[in-house]
């Protein structure tokens, strides 16, 4: 994480309860859940500041 300036928190999961809730199949994963616990939006893979940034704007308009 250092060798790539990586600041944000990163989060293990060693019992692999997240793998199997949400159905996590690779890295990177990000799944962005509401304070009530919805699963909003879960991606697999990379994507660009621009995309995720567009995501945020998409989800914040509903």
Same mark, same amino acid.
């Given at each position: $994480? /250092?060798?790539h300036q990586i +600041? !944000? @928190?990163v989060v293990r999961d060693q019992l692999n309860i997240t793998q199997? &809730? !949400?159905q996590v199949i690779g +890295? @990177? +994963?990000s799944v $962005?859940?509401?304070s009530e616990g919805r699963v909003l939006e #879960?991606?697999?893979g990379m &994507?660009? @500041?621009s995309e995720l940034e567009a995501t945020f /704007? &998409? #989800?914040a308009a509903r």
């Open positions: $994480l /250092a060798k +600041t !944000y @928190p199997e &809730r !949400y +890295t @990177p +994963t $962005l859940i509401d #879960l991606h697999q &994507r660009k @500041p /704007a &998409r #989800l």
